[in-house]
C-alpha cells in the first residue's frame, strides 16, 4: 500500500530497532552507523563505504551509488573487514529520498552461538526483535542432539558386543546353560542345553528345570540340596543322575549361581550343566588304581616321559622323606642319589630312561635327611594307544637291611684283618693232632723277622723261649691235653731276632675239639709286654723305696679310714704316741685328743678331707703316758685306686718345744709393751704433774714482779724466778731426755728465716757472757743461704743455747764465737755449719770420748763448779742426730774448744713462714674480750685469769668441760674459750668436739696442755682446737698465741673497723648541761627501740602498711634525734610505705638494714652508757 | 523437564561422587532410562525420582540435594551450554537478575515444551533486590536457592539469600531477598 506512514525516530530508538544499520551518502561515504556495528568496527563514520565493506551480494562491478539505488529490492550480504576476518551481514538497502541517502538494514550472520563470542558481541548488541541468535541457539541444541545421538550408538555397539560373546558362551555346545525366574520356571536355554537332554527350548519353557531333569534314579538328596539352595537363593553344585528326554540318563554337574541386582534383589538363576558321566568313569578307576599304588608298602613313582617326577605314594614318602611337592618335576635320581651312590648304575639309568626301555637295577639312595638306604628299582615306560610314551611307572624296594646283612658280614671280616694285623699283635695256630702251626705276618715281625725268615715250625719257634720259662709252656699243654682247660693266658720271655729276649703276653683258645672232646685246633695271640714289664719292675722298685723311707723317717705316719680308725702307723709314729703297734691298729685317732676344742678341729679337719681338701694345722694331744703334747699335722685325703675317699694320711711332728718356746716369747712381748706403755703414761703424768706447779710458780713470780715491790721483794722474788727458771729447764732437760729415750720427741717442720733466730738466741746469750765479761759475737755467711728454711727453729734454739752457754760456762775470760755458714747444697736441703768456739779451759782427749754420755762431766767437782745436771750434751746429741745432722768436738786443753755440728734444712719459701703476730694490735684485742677459761686446777685458773685481766679481757671461768659446754650453749657471746685438757667429769677434747659438732659453734677454742707432743696436738686439732697452748706459758706466749687465732677470726676484724653509727651531738645540744637528761634519753631508746622494730617487722609480715608508716614515723624521731645518718632515707621510706604504696619486695631489704643497723646501734650505746 | 536437566543432575552426581555410586543411585531410583537426550523432554516425575534417590542414597535431604543441583546448574551447566545467553543476560548480578524474567521469556521460544516459572522484581535497591519466583511446580523452592547462589558465585559476587516467604508456610508464591 502506497501512501505515507509518518513514524519519527530519533537516534537512540533507530539504533534499538536496528543496532547494525549503516547509512552512506552519494559519494558512498558513511554517514552513520549503528552502535553495535561500531562497536565491531570503531571508526566507520565518514569514512569511505568501500574502505570497509565488500558488497558480496549481489555481485557489482564498480560500486556506484547509482548502482545501488537500483538493487534495493534485493537481498543483500556485506562482509565487514576486521583486521584479516570478514564478518557478514545480511539486510536489505532503501534509498531515503529526503537526503539522497541509502540506508543499509540488517544484521550479521552467525553459525554457531560461539561465533558470536568470538566477536565479542553479546546478546545486548541485537535488536530484541532479532531472532538470529536464538535460533543459533536451536541449531546448537540440534548439534549438542547429534552429539548425544552418536555417543549414544557407540553405547549400543558395544554393548552388542559384549552380549555377542556372552551368547557365544551361552550357545557353546558342550555345556547346557539355563537361565530360570525366581519360581524356578525355564525362561531360556542354550542349544548346548538341548543336545546334552534332547529338549527343544520350546518343549521345556515354563517347567521347572528339575521337573525336566529328574528321574527315577535321581539321588534324592542332592536333589533336595538343589533346591534348598534354590530357595535359599544361594549358589549351589551337585553331581546327581540327570535325564534326558529319551530316558536315558547321564551323570551331570549342574552349577547354578543366584542372581541379584544392584540392590540386593534376586532376579533370576542361571545354572550351567555338564555330562561328566565318562569322567567320572575315568576317575574312579584312577582312584581304585592310586589306591592300589598309595598303599602299597614299596615306592611307587610315576613320571613324565622325560623322567620328571609327576606323582608318588605313601610308601615312597616314607621310604625317601621327600613328599610330592618336593620332587614334582624333578628326576628322582636327581634329587635322591648323591656321593656313595654306584655311578655305573647310574648311567645305566639314565640310558634305560632315554631310550624308554625297562630297567631294573640296586642303587643307594639318600632320604631327605640325608640317611643311606638301598633300594632295588623296577621301571617300566607306559604308552598310549598310539604308542607314544606317555609316563613312566617305577617300583622301589628298599634293601638296606638286605644288604647291611652283606656288609655286616664283610665289615666284621675285615674289622677282625685290621685288629689282627694293624693292633701290632700276633696271631697264632696250633693244631694238637699234627703239632702244625701257623704264625702270622705280624707275629713274625713283632720277633724282628720278615715273613721267609721265621718258619711256622713249632720246634724252632720253642726254642726261642726262655728257657725258665719253658716250665710255664710244659705246664700249659698238659692242662689243655687233660682237658682241664679250653683257654689260656701266660707270660715268658721269646728271644727276638736281635737276639735279646723280650716279653710275651700269650693268650689262645681252643676253637675245635675230636670227637672225645679233645682239642684239636687252639688259636691265640701273641702281644709283646715287654715294656709292661719293665714298667712292672720298676714300679716294685720303687715302691721298696719309698716303703723304706716312710719307716725309716723322723715323723710320724698314721692313716687312718673315713671312722677315724688306724690303719696304718710307721714305726716313727709309734714311739711319738708311746704306743705299741698292735695297740695302735684299728684304734680310734681320737683316742689321742685332750678336749673339746681339739675334737672340734678334727672333726672339722676330717670334714675338709672329704672335701679332696689337704692342709696342715696344730692340735693338742695326751700320750700313752698321759703328758700333753702339741703336734703339727699336715693331713691329706687318701684314696683308693678306684678314686674313692676311703680315709686320710697324716704326717705327724711333735712341736711341743717350740710351742714353749712361742708362748714364752709372747709373755716377753707382751711385758715389753707393757712397760712402753707405762713408760709414756709416767711422761705424759710426769710431765703433767710437774708442769703444774711449776706454771703456777712462774706464773705467779711474773704477775707479782708486776706489783709493787720493796727492793728487798724485789730480789727475793728474782731469785725465786730465777730458781724455778733454772728448774723448768732442768725439768725440760729431763723431759726431752725421756721423750727422746721412749722416742716420742718429735722435730718440728716450720719455716723460719735462719738469720733472726740466730740473732735472737746470741742476744739472748749476750746477758750472760757480760755477766763473765767474755765477749760473744755471731758470724754468718748468709751466701747461698735459703730465705726460708724449713726445720725446728725451737730445737735449733736449744742446741745453740746449749753450746753457747757450755763455751760460756767454761770459759773464764776471753770470747765466745758463733759462725754460721752453708756446708753444702742439695736440691731440696741444705747443709748448715754451726761453729761455737770458745778459749776456755778444754778437754782432754779422754773425756772427748765420753762427752756425749749421760751424766759426763770431767770431774765430780766440775758440777758443783759449773752446775747443770750433764744431760745437756747428750740432749744436744740426741736431737741433733734426730734431725739428721753430726756433731763433732776439736778441744786442747788450756786454749779452748771448738764444737761443729752440721745440720740440714729443708728449704721453704715466704708461704712457709709463720703467720706474722702483731703486737700493735694488743692493747686492741684483748680490751673487752670475752674469754671463756675451762680449767680443773685453781692455781692455773687463778694465773691465767689475772693475766687475761689484766690485758683488758673479761674473763668467765667453768671447772671442767661439761660446764664450758653448758656455758657456750647460753651464747654469753664468748670470743673464745681456753681449754684445758686433762679434767674430770669432761675432758677438753669431748668438750671441744661437743661445742663443734653438735652445737656447730665456730668459736676460736685454745688447748691448754701440758703435754704438747705432736701426736697429741694431732688429737686437739682434730677435736676441733685452733691452736695449742703449752702450760707453763708466759704473758708473751699466751698474747701471741691467742692474736694469731683471733686474728684468723673475723668476728674481731669487725668489732676493731666497726664505726660508730649514732652521733650524739644533737643530743649534747638538747641536753644544756642538764647530766641525767642524756643518759634518760638514752635508756628510753634503748628500752623503745627493740619493741618497735618487733611491731615493725610484725606489720611487715602481716602486709599491714599503715601501721608499718606508723611505726616508722616514731622511730624517725629517735633516729634523727641520736644522729643516725645512714638510716635517715630508709627510716623514711619505711614511714612513706602505705601513702606510696610501696612493694613488699622493696620493703623488706630495707627494714632488714634498718633493723641491722639499729642492733648494733643499741650495742653501742650500751656501751656508751656506762661512761655516763 | 527436558533431558538436559537430568543429564546435568547425572554429571553432578558422577562429578561429585563417581560412576558407581551413579549407577547405585539409579537402580534405586527405579528410573530405567539408559540415556537421557538433552533436547528431549521428561517427565518432571523423573527429575524428581532420581533427586530422592540421591537424597536416599548419599543421605541428604531433598532441599540440599536441589540446592546443589541448582548451583551445579549455575555453575557447570549454564556456563557450558548458554554462557552466551547467561551473558545476555548481564554482566553484573543486579543485571542479570534484573534481567531474570526476559531470560526465561527469551528462553521459551527455544524450548516449546518448556513450562517456565515465572520471575519478577521488586525492592530493587542499590545492592538488594527481591525476586518473585511463581511456578505451578511444588517443590522446587531449593533448587532456586541454589541457583541464585550459583548465580552470585557465577558473578563474583558474594551475597546472602533470604526466604521473604514460601508456599510452604502460606504464601502463594515464593520471595528471595538477595543482597549483597
Known amino acids: ?89 545480511r539486510g536489505q538497502l532503501e534509498f531515503m529520498a529526503g537526503d539522497n541517502r541509502l540506508l543499509f538494514l540488517g544484521s550479521p550472520w552467525f553459525n554457531s552461538p560461539d561465533e558470536v563470542n568470538q566477536l565479542n558481541l553479546s546478546y545486548h548488541d541485537f535488536a530484541l526483535h532479532d531472532p538470529l541468535v536464538d535460533l543459533l541457539h536451536v541449531l546448537k541444541n540440534q548439534e549438542i542432539n547429534a552429539i548425544e545421538l552418536k555417543d549414544l550408538l557407540t553405547r549400543v555397539n558395544r554393548q552388542k558386543n559384549e552380549l555377542k560373546r556372552l551368547s557365544f558362551v551361552a550357545s557353546s555346545d558342550e555345556y547346557g546353560v539355563l537361565f530360570t525366574e525366581i519360581n524356578g520356571n525355564i525362561s531360556w536355554v542354550n542349544q548346548g542345553y538341548s543336545r546334552l537332554t534332547g529338549y527343544e527350548p520350546q518343549e521345556i519353557q515354563g517347567r521347572t528345570a528339575v521337573s525336566v531333569l529328574r528321574g527315577p534314579r ?331 723311707i716312710i719307716a725309716n723317717m723322723n715323723l710320724g705316719i698314721l692313716e687312718v679310714d673315713l671312722q677315724d680308725r688306724i690303719q696304718y702307723a710307721n714305726p716313727s709314729f709309734v714311739e711319738m704316741c708311746g704306743y705299741a703297734m698292735e695297740e695302735l691298729l684299728g684304734m680310734n685317732a681320737r683316742t689321742f685328743l685332750t678336749s673339746a676344742e681339739s675334737d672340734a678341729l678334727m672333726t672339722e679337719k676330717v670334714a675338709i678331707r672329704t672335701k679332696g681338701k689337704s692342709d696342715a694345722y696344730e692340735i693338742a694331744i695326751k700320750n700313752k703316758r698321759g703328758e700333753p703334747r702339741w703336734w703339727l699335722v699336715s693331713g691329706a685325703p687318701s684314696y683308693n685306686e678306684k678314686g674313692e675317699l676311703i680315709g686320710s694320711i697324716g704326717i705327724h711332728l711333735d712341736i711341743t718345744d717350740q710351742k714353749e718356746l712361742q708362748k714364752e716369747l709372747l709373755d716377753a712381748r707382751e711385758l715389753a709393751e707393757a712397760s712402753s706403755r707405762a713408760k709414756e703414761t709416767f711422761l705424759a703424768n710426769m710431765s703433767h704433774e710437774i708442769r703444774t706447779p711449776m706454771h703456777a710458780i712462774s706464773g705467779m713470780v711474773a704477775l707479782l714482779l708486776k706489783t709493787k715491790l720493796t727492793p728487798t721483794q724485789k730480789f727475793n722474788l728474782e731469785v725465786i724466778r730465777t730458781a724455778s727458771e ?53 758470724d754468718i755467711k748468709l751466701d747461698g743461704i735459703a730465705g726460708v728454711l724449713k726445720g725446728d727453729p725451737y730445737r735449733l734454739n736449744q742446741i745453740l743455747f746449749n753450746l753457747m752457754s757450755n763455751a760460756i760456762k767454761f770459759t773464764e775470760m776471753g770470747e765466745v764465737k758463733v759462725h754460721c755458714q752453708l756446708e753444702h747444697n742439695e736440691e731440696n736441703r741444705q747443709f748448715l755449719r754451726f761453729e761455737v768456739s770458745d778459749s776456755g779451759i778444754g778437754m782432754d782427749p779422754e773425756f772427748m770420748a765420753h762427752l756425749f754420755e749421760k751424766f759426763s762431766q770431767e770431774h765430780q767437782s766440775t758440777s ?222 634503748l628500752s623503745q627501740t627493740p619493741l618497735l622494730v618487733l611491731e615493725m617487722k610484725e606489720a611487715i609480715d602481716q602486709h599491714d602498711l599503715s601501721r608499718l608508716s606508723k611505726i616508722g614515723h616514731k622511730l624517725k624521731s629517735m633516729i634523727s634525734t641520736l644522729g643516725i645518718s645512714e638510716l635517715k632515707d630508709d627510716i623514711r621510706t619505711l614511714e612513706k610505705a602505705s601513702t606510696l604504696n610501696v612493694s613488699a619486695a622493696r620493703i623488706e631489704p630495707v627494714f632488714q638494714k634498718v633493723e641491722k643497723i639499729l642492733a648494733i646501734v643499741l650495742r653501742q650505746l650500751a656501751d656508751e652508757i656506762t661512761d655516763y | 523437564m527436558y533431558g538436559i536437566v537430568n543429564k546435568a543432575i547425572e554429571e553432578l552426581v558422577i562429578q561429585k561422587f563417581g560412576q558407581e555410586k551413579w549407577e547405585a543411585i539409579k537402580e534405586r531410583s527405579g528410573v530405567d532410562i539408559d540415556y537421557f537426550v538433552s533436547i528431549e523432554p521428561y517427565d518432571d516425575e523423573i527429575t524428581f525420582l532420581l533427586a530422592n534417590a540421591v537424597a536416599e542414597e548419599m543421605s ?82 531449593e533448587f532456586v536457592f541454589g541457583l541464585l547462589s550459583g548465580l ?29
Open chain 1, 1 to 89: 500500500m502506497l501512501g505515507k506512514l509518518n513514524l519519527n525516530f530519533d537516534r537512540e530508538q533507530f539504533n534499538r530497532l536496528f543496532p547494525f544499520f549503516v547509512l552512506i551518502d552519494s559519494h558512498l561515504t558513511i554517514v552513520d552507523a549503528g552502535s553495535s556495528i561500531l562497536k565491531m568496527k570503531p571508526g566507520l563514520v565518514s569514512a569511505p563505504f568501500q574502505d570497509h565493506f565488500k558488497l558480496m551480494r549481489p555481485t557489482i562491478e564498480n560500486l556506484e551509488f547509482g548502482l545501488l539505488k537500483d538493487r534495493i529490492q534485493e537481498l543483500m550480504v556485506i562482509h565487514l573487514a576486521r583486521g584479516s576476518t570478514l564478518i557478514p551481514l
Open chain 1, 218 to 548: 535321581t539321588e534324592k538328596e542332592l536333589l533336595r540340596e538343589m533346591v534348598t539352595a534354590f530357595y535359599e537363593g544361594k549358589n549351589f553344585q551337585v553331581e546327581l543322575t540327570c535325564y534326558r528326554k529319551d530316558g536315558t540318563h547321564f551323570l551331570g554337574r549342574c552349577k547354578g549361581q543366584a542372581v541379584y541386582n544392584r540392590s540386593g534383589k534376586l532376579i533370576e538363576y542361571f545354572a550351567i550343566i555338564e555330562d561328566i558321566t565318562e569322567a567320572k568313569a575315568r576317575e574312579e578307576q584312577f582312584r581304585i588304581l592310586s589306591l592300589i599304588a598309595e598303599e602299597n608298602q614299596n615306592g611307587v613313582i610315576i613320571a613324565d616321559p622325560e623322567g620328571n617326577v609327576t606323582w608318588m605314594n605313601k610308601g615312597f614318602e616314607q621310604m625317601s622323606g621327600y613328599c610330592l611337592d618336593d620332587l614334582k618335576g624333578k628326576k628322582p635320581g636327581d634329587v635322591l642319589q648323591g656321593p656313595n651312590s654306584d655311578p655305573e648304575t647310574i648311567r645305566y639309568l639314565s640310558h634305560q630312561i632315554s631310550t624308554a626301555s625297562t630297567f631294573q637295577c640296586e642303587i643307594l639312595n639318600y632320604t631327605k635327611t640325608g640317611t643311606e638306604y638301598w633300594v632295588r628299582i623296577q621301571g617300566q615306560p607306559i604308552r598310549d594307544k598310539a604308542g607314544k610314551l606317555t609316563s613312566y611307572f617305577a617300583l622301589q624296594e628298599d634293601i638296606t637291611i638286605e644288604r647291611a646283612g652283606q656288609e655286616a658280614l664283610r665289615r666284621s671280616e675285615e674289622r677282625w684283618q685290621f685288629a689282627l694285623e694293624g693292633a701290632g699283635d700276633g696271631v697264632w695256630e696250633y693244631n694238637f693232632q699234627t703239632g702244625e702251626v701257623f704264625f702270622s705276618q705280624q707275629y713274625k715281625r713283632m720277633l724282628g723277622f720278615e715273613e721267609g725268615q721265621f718258619l711256622n715250625n713249632f720246634n724252632e719257634w720253642e726254642s726261642r723261649v726262655h728257657p725258665d720259662d719253658r716250665t710255664v709252656l710244659d705246664e700249659t699243654e698238659r692242662l689243655y691235653k687233660s682237658g682241664l682247660m679250653s683257654h689260656h693266658q701266660r707270660e715268658f720271655r721269646m728271644r727276638n731276632a736281635a737276639g735279646q729276649y723280650i716279653w710275651i703276653l700269650d693268650r689262645g683258645m681252643v676253637v675245635s675239639r675230636l670227637e672225645n672232646a679233645q682239642p684239636l685246633r687252639i688259636i691265640g695271640t701273641h702281644s709283646d709286654i715287654t715294656e709292661r714289664k719293665s714298667a712292672e719292675q720298676a714300679l716294685t722298685f720303687k715302691e721298696e723305696k719309698y716303703r723304706n
Open chain 1, 726 to 778: 733454772n728448774m723448768l729447764i732442768i725439768l725440760n732437760d729431763i723431759l726431752d731426755l725421756s721423750k727422746l729415750e721412749a722416742s716420742k720427741l718429735v722435730m718440728e717442720k716450720v719455716g723460719f728465716e735462719l738469720e733472726p733466730v740466730l740473732r735472737k738466741a746470741v742476744q739472748v746469750m749476750k746477758i750472760k757472757a757480760r755477766e763473765k765479761r767474755l765477749d760473744l759475737s755471731l
Open chain 1, 864 to 1085: 758443783r763448779t759449773y752446775g747443770g745436771t750433764g744431760l745437756g750434751m747428750n740432749i744436744t746429741r740426741e736431737l741433733i742426730s734426730l734431725m739428721g745432722g753430726e756433731i763433732s768436738v776439736q778441744s786442747r786443753k788450756g786454749i779452748g774448744s771448738t764444737f761443729t755440728c752440721i745440720l740440714p734444712f729443708e728449704t721453704g719459701t715466704k708461704g712457709d713462714l709463720p703467720a706474722e703476730l702483731k703486737a700493735d694490735n694488743v692493747g686492741v684485742v684483748f680490751k673487752d674480750l670475752q674469754v671463756l677459761l675451762v680449767d680443773d686446777n685453781e692455781m692455773n685458773r687463778l694465773v691465767a685469769n689475772t693475766l687475761l685481766h689484766h690485758l683488758g679481757a673479761v674473763v668467765t671461768e667453768a671447772v671442767n668441760g661439761q660446764a664450758a659446754v653448758n656455758l657456750v650453749t647460753e651464747d654469753a657471746g664468748f670470743d673464745i674459750v681456753l681449754m684445758d685438757i686433762q679434767m674430770p667429769v669432761m675432758d677438753g677434747i669431748e668438750a671441744t668436739a661437743l661445742i663443734r659438732k653438735r652445737m656447730g659453734n665456730k668459736i676460736p677454742i685454745v688447748a691448754l696442755t701440758a703435754n704438747a707432743m705432736k701426736s697429741d696436738v694431732e688429737i686437739y686439732k682434730k677435736a676441733g682446737m685452733d691452736a695449742v697452748l703449752s702450760k707453763p706459758f708466759t704473758e708473751p706466749g699466751l698474747v701471741n698465741l691467742l692474736s694469731m687465732v683471733l686474728s684468723n677470726n673475723t668476728t674481731l676484724e669487725m668489732k676493731k673497723e666497726e664505726p660508730k653509727y649514732y652521733d650524739l651531738q644533737i643530743l649534747k645540744e638538747m641536753s644544756i648541761g642538764n647530766q641525767e637528761f642524756i643518759p634518760k634519753m638514752l635508756n628510753l631508746f
Open chain 2, 60 to 141: 541428604l535431604t531433598i532441599g540440599e540435594v536441589f540446592r546443589a543441583f541448582g548451583e551445579w546448574w549455575v555453575l557447570h551447566t549454564a556456563k557450558q551450554k548458554y554462557s552466551g545467553m547467561m551473558e545476555a543476560g548481564g554482566s553484573n548480578l543486579m543485571q542479570f537478575l534484573k534481567n531474570l524474567p526476559q531470560f526465561h521469556n527469551r528462553v521459551m521460544l527455544i524450548y516449546p515444551r518448556l513450562t517456565p516459572p515465572e520471575f519478577s522484581t521488586s525492592h530493587i535497591e542499590d545492592s538488594s533486590i527481591w525476586i518473585h519466583y511463581r511456578s505451578k511446580r511444588e517443590g522446587l523452592q
Open chain 2, 152 to 180: 552470585s558465585a557465577l558473578y563474583e559476587t558474594p551475597a546472602t539469600i533470604e526466604l521473604v516467604q514460601s508456599r510452604d508456610t502460606g504464601s502463594d508464591h515464593e520471595i528471595y531477598k538477595i543482597s549483597w
